[in-house]
Every structure is written in C-alpha cells, then in structure tokens.
DNA sequence: CTATTTTTGTGCGATATGGTACAAAAATGG
DNA sequence: CCATTTTTGTACCATATCGCACAAAAATAG
C-alpha cells in the first residue's frame, strides 16, 4: 500500500479512475465471473500492478463494493435535495436511483441494476465476508430512507413505523434493481416506484389527502 | 438423449432426483462460481454421464431454472389454495414464498432467496440465453398474479390496474428474496409482506375500508 | 553520479475448469 | 451365447485462472 510516496517511479494510473474501471467489469460480470485479465484489459494495468495497488479480486472487488455505496449514498442524497416535502423527496429518490439501475448515470450506461444487489447477492451463500458486506449495505440503505423519513416528519410518526417504512422503500428499491436488469422500461419502473412511494411512505398524521 | 429405452445398460441414478440436486448446487454458489466437479459430487455421477444426461453446464443451469420455475409456480398456487378472498390469498403466496427463501421449504433448507433472482439476475448481463430466461421468468410471476387478482376481483378493477398491482407485488417478492439472501430473519419479512399486501393489492371499487 | 525506492511488465507455475475419447460394464434381442 | 445398445468411469486435453518472482525502468535523496 502507499499514502504519500516521494521516491520512486511514478504510478502510471490514478487509483480512482481506475477502481471506476473495475467497478465496471465486476458491475456487468458478477463476481465470480470476471478474470484478473478483464480487469487488466479494461483498466490498462497488467496484474502485478493491480494486486500491488488493490490487493487480491477479492480485495478489489469488496473496496469496489463500498466505494460504490458511498457514491451511491451521496447521489440519492442530491437527488432529495432537489425538492421539498417527504414524498417528493423519496419520488426523486426512486427516481434517480431507476436512472442509474438503466444505464442513465455517469455512474454506469448500461442496465445492470444496482451493483450490489445485481452481483453480491449471488455471493453471499459462500463467502461470510461478502455476506457481511451485504448486511452492510441493504442496512445502509435502510438507515438512509429511516434518516430522511424521520427527518421529514420530525416526530410524528413512531420510530418504529419510520423504520418499518424505511425496509418498505428499500424493498422496493431491491424489486427495482431486479427488474432493471431484467430488462424492464425505465419508464414503467418509474410508474411503479412513484405509486410505491405514495402507497408505503408513512402519513404524517394529519395531511392533505389526495 | 433417451426417451424410453429398453435396451443397454441401465442408469444408476433418477433424473428428477439428479436435477433437484444439481439445483441446489448452482442455488448456493450462483451460476460461475459452480463447477462441474462440484455438481459431479452432489449428484454421485460423473462429468461424462452427466454431459451425456443434461448437455453441459449451461444446458443443466437453464433445465434447473425452469425446472424451479414450474416447482415454484405450483407450490405457491397451492399456498393460494388454502384460503379465500384476494388479500387472504396474496398474504398467503407471500408467506410461502418467504419460507422457501428463508429455507423452510421442501425445495431448499437455507436461506438462499429465489434461485432464479440470487443467481440468474448476476449472468443476464453477459448471455444472451439467459437474459432471455429472466425475461421469462419475471413476466411468469407478473402473469400469475394477473390471473389470480383477476380472477379474484371479476372485472370489477380495470386490466390495466391488475396488471399494475401484479407488477407491484413481483416487485416486492424479488424485494424479499434479496433480503432473505442477505439474512434478514423470516419473521421481519412476513411483516413487511403482509402490510404491502394490504397497501399494493387493489381493492374491489366498493368494499369495507378498514 | 550513486544509492535507494517504488512501479512496471514479462513470464512462470500450480491449479482448476469444461469438455471429450475410449474402453469396460451391464443390460436386452435374437 | 453372441451382437447390440446404452451407461459408466478413468484418463486426458486444451485452456483459463490467480497469484507471484524477478529484472528492468523511472523517479528522488544526498
């Protein structure tokens, strides 16, 4: 590993556009799938570079997981950000997270889901430490949509029925992924995710109704 | 291929018993991640015999996956059976299917979700052949909660609103399998199920409102 | 200019993989 | 009892895989 290197030849590649890369290859393969020599060809490394740099496929493939929840986490985040209100926000939500599950992202331009749920789900079965991760991320986004539904109803909803809504929306967010990947519009998706918000997000109480 | 042979020296093994097996092997470890000497293990044949009885790796993989579709299909018909009323039934073909992907089923005794959603979804990126299985399978789910919703509810909710509610409660089924395979226990899952159903399956124009 | 440090890249090696050739085995037909 | 048919199982092949050894390359420190 290095921090902050003075000596020595320099590094040819800069660690983030690379681990984009690999993010890539992993993204549309799965896991068990994809070669070191994929990652090599799509990245312009050979594979004593890439272990120097990022450890071993599992090594790379677990820091590629959880770069890509961070990256995730904060562009849903901006996506609430753009209005007001907590079911226009979780609509913005949805909707941003449907564009990147089909390809309409910088993240990705292709249909491949959300990575997590479309390539480390199928892992867990062998791996503790990929089921670890994966605990990790589906609680992430729990906590995510507990965060922003709490925040918008400011007491008067019960915790409880703020975290039970928040499992309900990242269920919805998982269904999403699946058919995403399985080839589905992007335009039904969004009907669907819209009519999801509003039938499972939880009613501050007392509201204009519809 | 044989069909009914009389002549030569008989099998060793049952075919239908065979291919439960070779199931549950790509279930647990997902397509790529399985061998053939994996499944040569499980089933007590050989790499020969079992070429000369399934076709190869991918032959067998796309035979299970219909094989479970088929399986799966008439297993939560029945769980429909065992009540009346549409939500009754919808809570009911949840609950099934939450046991199955949480391990309590004939099928499978770990909590490895729907083999065809933790497995199949990682390679559809990749094949063609089994982008295509997918595709089968998601519109096979969405079709029989058409059928059941709109037998259940007689022309009193528009086509276009059965099909929508169908779609929604594949959704969350593929939601559920997801987080099975993550670990979430099964308890929570049933919870979560059966306030979706209550939210996302269509009422009947008129009916008692709770 | 020399020593040191770090990255690069060729090439290797041990293993695993999917698929198959081929002979032995085990049944039936005549 | 012999020919035929089908399955079995050992052995094999070509390829792919991951990881690493090792020397050359490219920078800095003094």
Redesign the interface.
């Known amino acids: 590993m290095k921090t902050e290197s003075k000596r020595g030849r320099p590094r040819k590649f800069d660690e983030d556009v690379t681990l984009d890369r690999i993010m890539l290859v992993f ?4 896991y ?2 994809t070669s070191l020599d994929q990652i090599a060809e799509a990245t312009g490394l050979n594979r004593p570079s890439l272990y120097a740099a990022f450890g071993s496929k599992k090594d790379m493939y677990l820091k590629v997981i959880s770069r890509f929840a961070d990256q995730m986490q904060a562009y849903l985040h901006e996506a609430g950000q753009s209005t007001s209100g907590l079911k226009p926000k979780l609509k913005a939500i949805m909707a941003a997270a449907i564009d990147l599950y089909c390809g309409k992202s910088s993240f990705c331009n ?1 249909a ?2 959300c990575l997590a ?3 480390l ?6 791996d503790p430490d990929f ?1 670890t991760m ?2 990790h ?2 609680q992430r986004m729990d906590q995510g949509f507990t965060d922003l539904i709490r925040a918008e109803t400011t007491g008067t909803v019960p915790e409880a029925s703020v975290r ?1 809504a928040a ?2 929306l ?7 992924s ?2 995403a ?4 519009s992007r335009a ?1 998706l969004q ?2 995710a819209e ?2 918000v509003d ?2 997000a939880p009613e501050p109480a007392s509201d204009s109704v519809v």
Chains 1, 2 share one sequence.
């Open positions: 993204w549309q393969h799965g068990a799938a292709a491949y889901g749920i479309s390539t789900t199928t892992e867990v079965a062998d089921k994966m605990e991320i589906v039970f499992q309900h990242s269920l919805i967010l998982h269904g999403l699946v058919r990947r399985a080839g589905e039904a009907e669907l009519v999801a039938r499972l």
